[in-house]
């Protein structure tokens, strides 16, 4: 007990678990998003539910320049709006909705929003609603515990209008509302004609990383998407993380892992569609899945009260450590960077509750499930990338250094969880259109940036990943020469090394010198 006071070691090097941090008002700026960086945060995501794309494209510049200025790198993630029911406000005057008393929403929006009527932007919820649905409401999210959010249970529909009761009283302000009608099917589509522009445009033109697929409720809207990135060619990488927001995502879970790169598990709707009793179980088994398969799971709304405050509550803390302990790879953070008073704060608090939580994850019985979950015989990477961790584990290395150039060896790795960080050296490949070269590498190595325990730095494009010893004793001094300045390898340090040496997979351990 008296050592849980003892003050943790002090590093500056960020925790294993990754943070996607909300860029947005009040963590727009060059010197905010460089600080954003430095305090551990790797995945800058930009969400299409608020502002315009000249707004995120000036963002964008000022992460690049806060890149440049800190030599961190940085991937994007850009989230969809999908089918997200909206309230819309157009005078955005305050709103004051009191308990007990009736409001109609209407799919009229030449109407003004009003306290008894509130138009919104999809003319087929009296189709889809019935007496005794429950319909939440709030500027950003019902959470439940906000003055700003209201629930509202369907009275009767009255032609295409549906008229609600009102069970808690609140005052909305702003322009735009959420919407959220629990266990109801809404039929849109979940790429919009809005999504497709902005991925069309400013995806292609930023050439993103991470497509945030909102409201992802079956195999076939990520199979869609797939579609989409793959007809735009510069997108063809670009990796997708299907959303799971609701009941029908949870219940076409596994096929949707199958097709998806990785996983979001959206809890502020889902503690909406779910009883509140459910939400931790469906986040223990839908974290166990992905982390069986080896492909990257990421938690949102852990630290709600840090919006407005610079401490997280005991629970919110705690929800945080959980969520590492259950195998989450990322922790994604949303109005807390987008528009919180504390954004660095808040990127900081959580990169420390991570980094202590990494430090009693049970590792010994993860490897034992995930080595029993893929059985016998093993394929030969996997025999390889299990083997290396293992040596990893029994030399007590301080690191362990992966060669690659598609950073599927990298994955692997990390998805035995070793308690090392795995550095990952990406090897650019020279490929050509016929037109002009160009070296692959740069996307790989940003998208190992949401992966738990993966640290990327792109290798010298003069050095073939399959190739002599020689060259790879090179990269291989610069990779070393990386985790040192970085704080992770020392003198006399043992560290396992998995490299391709011709057609044969090697695991090597070396002890430095001084």
Known sequence: MASILEPSKSSFFPAMTKIVGTLGPRSESVEVISSLLKAGMSVARFDFSWGD????????ENLKAAVKSTKKLCAVMLDTVGPELQVVNKTGKEIALKENEFVTLTPDLDQDASSDLLPINFNGLAKAVKKGDMIF??????????????????????????????????????????????????????????DKEVISTWGVQNKIDFLSLSYTRHAEDVRQA?????????????????????????????????????????????????????VFLFQKAALHRCNMVGKPAVVTRVVDSMTNNLRPTRAEATD????????????????????????????????????EAEKVFNQDQYFKKAVKYVGEPMSHLESIGSSAVRAALKVKASVIICFT??????????????????????????????????????????????????????????HPAESTSATNETILKVALDHGKALGIVKSHDRVVICQKLGDASVVKIIELED
Request: charged share 20%.
């Open 53 to 60: 794309a000249d707004t995120h494209r000036q963002t964008l």
């Open 226 to 278: 797939r579609e989409l990135l793959s007809s735009l060619g510069e997108l063809s990488q670009t990796q997708i993380f299907a959303k799971i927001e609701n009941v029908e995502g949870l219940t076409h879970f596994d096929e949707i892992l199958q097709e998806a790169d990785g996983i979001i598990l959206s809890r502020g709707n889902l503690g909406i569609d779910l009883p509140p009793q459910k």
């Open 137 to 194: 409401m709030g500027k950003y999210l019902f959470t439940g515990s906000e003055t700003t959010s209201v629930w509202l249970e369907v009275s009767e529909v009255k032609g295409d209008d549906v008229v609600c009761v009102i069970n808690n009283s609140a005052t909305l302000d702003g322009t735009l509302f959420t919407l959220h009608a629990s266990q109801v099917r809404i039929d849109m589509p979940t790429l919009s004609e809005k």
């Open 320 to 355: 945080v450590a959980n969520a590492v302990l259950d195998g989450s790879d990322a922790i994604l953070l949303g109005a807390e960077t987008q528009r919180g008073l504390y954004p660095v704060d808040t990127v900081r608090t959580v990169d420390r509750i991570c980094f």
């Open 405 to 462: 150039s598609s950073g599927r060896a990298a994955r692997l790795l990390a998805k035995y969880r070793p308690p090392m960080p795995i550095l990952s050296v990406v090897i650019p490949r020279l490929k050509t259109n016929q037109l002009k070269w160009s070296f692959s590498g740069a996307f790989e190595a940003r998208q190992s940036l949401i992966v738990r325990g993966l640290f990327p730095m792109l290798a010298d494009p003069r």
